[in-house]
């Protein structure tokens, strides 16, 4: 029946008495052939088998002295009425008319089945019987199934119906040997049905386009590392990002292998529905949507509601940019920074010299006093200063695979004709050790107490050591740590007495390479410069507080900070050590840019006991 909309009602009355059952995607002839003419048929419709069709093909099960008899029942007939004006069909089991078995000789039933009948009474009805084979050969007698067309009349109209009842083909009366030669029958394969190839091949064309979509989720995992690794400040979101990107990959081609072979074995049963997938492009899209728009987050393509520039921006108060005149610019190389706040100056290493600014942040207008060397130390390179009581200690990288620590401390001096012949003081050399760290970057003083409970005042000296590897000699990060009380003038070489773990400090980076070094206010902040990027550590747990991105002063040079130095200051007074947490005080970031040549000092703001970079340094 085509359509659900004006069902007849007969159809309705059929499927509630369950004489006939809602069945898809099947042949009435094939199925009623198969059913009326077991005998006969070698070989079942594949659907004989589907849950609708089996009580039909398989039957009940009977015991084994049933009879022929015993096996015959009516539990429904089909009534059909014919008017001479209309036709209308109707049935239930309660209008069935069922009349003996009727049993008749062979050479009777070759005369029936060939056409004769005859009159079973002087009524209306007549008996027609119809010859059925019988399947086992010891069966004795021969049943029958009875169709029985009555004529009748009603009155007060004229009008000649033929009422025919026929048996519906139900399990209840199949003979026994039936169903026994039915049960036996070969089923058809589905696979009979005709697939074309290119369905198939359409099939895997549609599985290599989802591989094509789980490659390109790797492609934005990769960017997402490579952006995280290229600023660290970021690196463990876009991880997870990237790693998210990963599990989203591996889950479509996942997906992908299930839809495949899904539709294979569809395609294989002569399955006509089952193919529309519904979750697939959702999941896609979606996935599509979450990686590009985690790309353009950590790229930095949309800053909604900032002004924030790439490159640090002087302005007054805030960034600036300290003046070097003064000073032969081509002979300059700043590699580390101190604050002496006796002295109030700023001072800087550069190869053998020592150059001095005016400490905290210059007043507008006041950045253009001249820069002025200190200190002038033959045969070294300077990368670091560190003040240790009334000295200064500069760390000297040294040519002969050894470096050096010089003490330095201040002295009166009359520099006639150089500064107008006002009196200055000058840092002259006390004494020199040998250390055995070579490509020494950073130095840092750390109070007693401050490592640890119980734990001495020591320097901590960072430096860079050959190791072999797989790939060669290689460049690893070493901090030596020197007991303050060690530093004997007497004697021109130190030992070492600990290490810092090293895999603490440079967990999770690249490139291990210090830069500079200091202790702060309880915290020990170290300078990756080739990582452009400031830790903050909590010298007695080793756990990273924080970690300020640097700024760039000037494009190509993003790897070039090796000196920085914090200094906390009293707003109003000018230079000043400060207290922590003194009212109107506020902290100033030092850096020195090895090259080309610059000394910029930033105000820092403070946040929820987090350092933040003023809008003007662009990060």
Known sequence: IAGEDGKPNFVTELEDSRAIVEAKKFSKFLSGASLFNAGKVETLPWWSDEEAFAPLYNGPSYPATATAQDLVTTPSLIQCSRDENASTVSGSSRYSIERPLVQRSRDYLQRQFDGSYTSADNSDTLDISVKRSIM?????????????????????????????????????????????????????????????????????????????????????????????????????????????????????????????????????????????????????????????????????????????????????????????????????????????????????????????????????????????????????????????????????????????????????????????????????????????????????????????????????????LMEPSKKGLVEVLSIDAFDQDSFNFAQTKLDNTSKINKKVVAKGLKDEKVGSMQFFEGRLYVLFDNERVIRVFDPKTGLVVQELLLPIAEAGAEQEWEGMRLQRINNGTGTGSGLRGATESRVVLHLALDSPAQVWSLSLQQEEGRWIMPQCAGV
């Open 136 to 464: 086992n050969q010891s069966l004795q007698t021969t049943t029958m199934t009875t169709t029985s067309v009555s004529n009748t009349g009603q009155s007060g109209k004229k009008r000649r119906g033929n009422l025919v009842s026929m048996r519906r083909r139900s399990p209840s009366m199949i003979l026994k040997e039936d169903l026994i030669s039915s049960k036996s029958k070969p089923i058809a394969s589905k696979q009979r049905l005709r697939v074309e190839p290119k369905s198939h091949f359409a099939n895997e064309r549609t599985f290599i386009q989802w591989i094509s979509a789980a490659l390109l989720f790797i492609t934005f995992s990769q960017l997402l590392y490579i952006l995280g690794s290229s600023n660290p400040a970021i690196e463990g979101q876009t991880a997870i990002a990237g790693t998210w990107m990963i599990a989203m990959s591996l889950f479509i081609a996942v997906y992908a292998l299930v839809i495949y072979y899904r539709r294979v074995y569809l395609m294989q049963n002569g399955k006509p529905y089952g193919y529309a997938d519904f979750f697939g492009p959702g999941l896609l899209t979606f996935a599509v949507i979450s990686g590009v728009a985690l790309i353009l987050a950590f790229s930095g393509e949309f800053r909604f509601g900032s002004t924030t520039t790439s490159t640090l921006i002087p302005v007054s108060g805030q960034c600036v940019k300290r003046s070097l005149s003064g000073v032969p610019l081509m002979e300059l190389q700043p590699s580390g920074a101190l604050v002496d706040n006796e002295e109030g100056l700023l001072l800087v290493p550069s190869l053998n010299h020592i150059v001095a600014f005016e400490a905290a942040l210059p007043l507008e207008g006041k950045n253009d006093q001249q820069a002025r060397i200190v200190a002038t130390v033959p045969g070294a390179n300077m990368e670091a200063l560190e003040q240790v009581g009334n000295y200064i200690y500069a760390l000297s990288e040294g040519t002969d695979k050894k470096s050096e620590i010089i003490a330095l401390e201040w002295i009166d001096s009359s520099l006639d004709g150089v500064f107008g012949g006002a009196p200055s003081r000058r840092l002259q050399e006390s004494h020199r050790w040998k250390i055995s760290l070579q490509g020494v970057e950073g130095m840092a003083l750390v109070p007693e107490g401050q490592l640890g409970e119980g734990s001495v005042a020591k320097l901590l000296v960072a430096g860079l």
